[in-house]
């Protein structure tokens, strides 16, 4: 065992390491973030107003806002939803790579390295260009694409790569991607003016929100982020590297399949609504690393608090710089997203091996 | 976008082989006499007859040579060139357009609706006369169209005709439509993500003539939208429209019903009062003959006359 390893497997054995005070501070600048976006947009509603319809919906209370009929749908029907459907989706997005990155101990690695991006993007093209720009099955489409490209590229891993390390499952996943990209590219070139409707789902978007997209993903989102969170432990154990946590009794090929299977489940369902929204998977748990603790029993829950404040805030940009047309959120969030990544690629601690 | 990109990208192709007999007509400003010379998009031809094996990329060009009797030259239409529907529709693209496939034809005049620096250089080379015949952004740039259409298919006459034909019928609805209220606005919805016109776009200035301002208007950044910007559910329901117009019914299936289920839009005063007026996104995205049915259908909608779906 190497020196670092050394130090590693001592600190994860000593250290009493509690994500509390990092997720009180995520958990308020959430709430903050999702009361200020709520209310601004092209209506400029005031923070009060919004409050006082929010407090009208809870139950028991009988406040009434005493806000137009307008303003009242403004914030009930289509911002809230927007908001709550972007935290959801960030939550996601951020806890996906953070297991991803995890499971093949790549710091590199995002929610879409397996092909679930390329996979869903052709499910919501083959859709788009067959029901000439019918949206309805759009989700279903890339959620099963996405399942699809995934699970292709674990078997075609598995089957042919060596005993496991994980290699061969990320060379299956680029692979795969590049087989969906270019059939989706081919059947683009052929009916090119689809080309507008896939390209803005491609950019990801939170636009078209509702609450029904919301009951839509809730569940796959509870599923996901509660297997994640109950294997923090274990994605910590296989830090260590994969004789240490062989020697440690655990099965690693078994927990790299859960895992994947949660984060794969989570992201589908997430980017089936969304789009492809790229960077949020790297960026917010990095963010978290660096600010607080590598472990995962800290970078799990504060990734899946701070993921959703991070995609609403990126969300509140897309929609009211150029309000009230739309920023693409991808966008956005790679505007964000890239400057941050050349940091953390030269960040000391990520040299020093803080994965 | 869809019906955006049909109207910018429709491209219409005539090509005029050259016939040696030229059966020249007197009677300069009502019918050309061939031989006839003109300059056209990628050069200058020589027309010896009249063209008639025309090759349209743009439905409205196909509409506006339907109209002015230049129908039986027709050869070929593109693929979204599906009135009237008796024309030759083929699968040849106008939005990308295939040098080889419009050969086949073996045309003497293609007309187009987007200009292209390397189409006009290939078919310069095949020696077919292109036609240029883009997207009009207001009313007397489409019937400026009819002109040299008319001109190089032999139809002076029906083309300045059906000009004036256009300019009275459009007259005629003006002056027997209410004109509406002042700050009447409507909504126009392209696409169901909420693409939209403003005033200063062709079907915005055809609107206004019946007094009808845009919401979308107002909207902040639309200098980079080119007129027809991305508007934002918030934001239409804010600006809470007088009347709300639907080109986006065969594309997309929109309907008066399908606006009112969506989440808050039954707060909409044009919602409560029934002021959804479905249009045909064919004709709505078009430049041509039928821009008076768009207008007849929209006066019908301020006169509160159930418009039909697909007129």
Known sequence: ????????????????????????????????????????????????????????????????????????????????????????????????????????????????????????????????????????????????????????????????????????????????????????????????????????????????????????????????ATVLLTHRRLLDVLRLGEEEAASLGVNTRRVRLIVVAAATLGTAAAVSVSGLIGFVGIIVPHMVRLTTNASYRVVMPVSIVGGAAFLILADMVAHTIESPAEVPLGVVTAIVGAPFFIFVLRSRRAQQGVL | MRSIQKCLVALSIIAGVAAPLGAGVSGASTTSSFPLTLKMADGTFTFTTRPDAIVSLSPTSTEMLYAIGAGSQVKAVDNYSDYPTNAPKTTLSGYDPNVEAIAKYNPDLVIVASDTANFNTQMAALKIPVLYDPAASNLSQACAEYGPLGKVTGHNAQADKEVATIKATIAHIVATTPHAKKNTTYYYELEPDYYSVTSATFVGKLFSLLGLTSIADSAKGLASSGGYPQLNASFILKANPTYIFLADTLCCNATAASVTARPGWSTLSAVKNHRIVPLNDDIASRWGPRITILLQDVADGLKGTPVPASS
């Open chain 1, 1 to 224: 065992m190497s020196t670092e390893r050394r130090v590693k497997t001592a600190q994860l054995a000593t250290s009493a390491i509690s994500p509390r005070v990092p997720l009180l501070v995520a958990g308020i600048g959430l709430v903050v973030v999702i009361l200020i976006s709520t209310a601004v947009g092209p209506a400029n509603l005031s923070i009060p107003t919004v409050a006082g319809i929010l407090l009208s919906h809870v139950p028991l209370l009988h406040f009434h806002s005493g806000a137009s009929a307008i303003d009242h749908a403004i914030v009930w029907d289509i911002q809230l939803p927007r908001v709550i459907l972007g935290g959801i989706v960030g939550a996601m997005l951020a806890a996906g790579g953070a297991s991803y990155q995890g499971v093949f101990r790549n710091a590199l690695a995002d929610p879409y390295l397996l092909g679930i991006a390329a996979g869903a993007g052709l499910g919501a093209t083959i859709v788009i260009v067959a029901s000439s720009g019918s949206t309805t099955w759009l989700p279903a489409a890339a959620f099963v694409g996405g399942a699809v490209a995934v699970t292709l590229t674990y078997i075609v891993g598995a089957k042919f790569g060596g005993r496991s390390s994980g290699n061969s499952v990320v060379l299956a996943g680029v692979a795969v991607a590049a087989l969906f990209t270019a059939v989706q590219t081919s059947l683009l070139q052929q009916h090119a003016p689809d080309l507008q409707s896939v390209y803005s789902w491609i950019l990801g978007s939170l636009a078209s929100a509702t609450w029904s997209n919301v009951w839509l993903i809730a569940p796959y989102a509870v599923v996901s």
